[in-house]
């Protein structure tokens, strides 16, 4: 029986991923880190009186959980990565927010413990596939800009999908002219950069996540696009890496790398 430590518990992914543990007949939730979470509250979000309450990184007791499951805050997330790994959970980490330099500090800190763990941009299948779809593409229509539109409440922008959707199209876009000198009459109209590929956030309420790709050729256009209209999609991801994460010997970034 694998042992789950899930923080966040308390948000809503951190509900969905509590309701799919207790669902799993391998899988055991045992604690849970959410500093507003009482004790009168265990009800209400589906806790067993046997599953321990954390308030704060500090409180959590060694050996408590396998694996440590993470929908918190980007402000939070790499200080929660690091005490995991440091500690011996084996992270499987769907908050986003952590820079390259954080993701690679955990990554050679994972290898040095030998711990395996997982960094998903996103755990919903369609945008696994729109990632791989789009990578391909780019090989050969190399002027791309990408949208990507999330729920008001999304505290990072570009969304961690939009942004690996990124670095994946720029491992194999062939090089081209940029385009002619543009003139800017608002700031930042033209979005986020990166290595030339523009990446444009929308946060409005009614919205869950949703990411466009669009490519653009002479006299042609390719436009590859998914949406995820229900969080409960985001759970096949997660039961994939619940059942796979403790295989693994390092850190791996997205979800496409353990399918």
């Excluded at 009482?38 to 409180?59: A, G, N, S």
């Excluded at 729109?130 to 229509?141: D, G």
């Excluded at 990446?199 to 466009?212: D, K, N, T, W």
Aim: net charge negative; glycine share 8%.
């Amino acid at each position: 029986m694998k042992k789950v430590l899930i923080a966040g518990a308390a948000g809503v992914m951190g509900q969905k991923a509590v309701a799919l543990v207790n669902g799993l007949p391998d899988v055991e939730l045992t604690a849970v880190l959410a500093p507003s979470l009482t004790d009168d509250q265990r009800d209400q979000y589906h806790l067993r009186p046997d599953v321990k309450i954390y308030h704060q990184l500090d409180q959590v007791q060694e050996g408590i959980a396998d694996i440590w499951v993470d929908f918190t805050v980007p402000a939070a997330v790499y200080d929660n990565v690091h005490f995991a790994i440091e500690h011996g959970f084996a992270p499987v980490v769907g908050t986003t927010g952590l820079t390259d330099e954080q993701e690679a500090a955990l990554i050679k800190e994972s290898k040095d413990r030998q711990l395996g763990g997982l960094i998903a941009p996103n755990f919903g299948m369609s945008a696994v596939l729109l990632m791989k779809f789009a990578k391909e593409a780019a090989k050969y229509f190399p002027d791309v800009e990408i949208i990507e539109m999330h729920h008001a409440d999304k505290k990072d922008a570009p969304s961690g999908t939009a942004l690996s959707t990124a670095k994946l199209i720029d491992q194999v876009r062939p090089n081209h002219e940029s385009s002619p000198d543009e003139v800017a009459t608002l700031a930042n109209v033209r979005g986020g950069d990166y290595h030339g590929i523009k990446i444009h956030s929308v946060r409005l309420p009614g919205y869950i996540a949703h990411e466009q790709v669009l490519f653009g050729g002479a006299g042609e256009a390719l436009t590859i696009r998914q949406d995820s209209f229900d969080r409960q999609s985001f759970m096949s991801g997660v039961k994939v890496a619940l059942d796979k994460v403790l295989d693994l010997n390092k850190l791996v970034v997205g979800l496409e790398n353990i399918l």
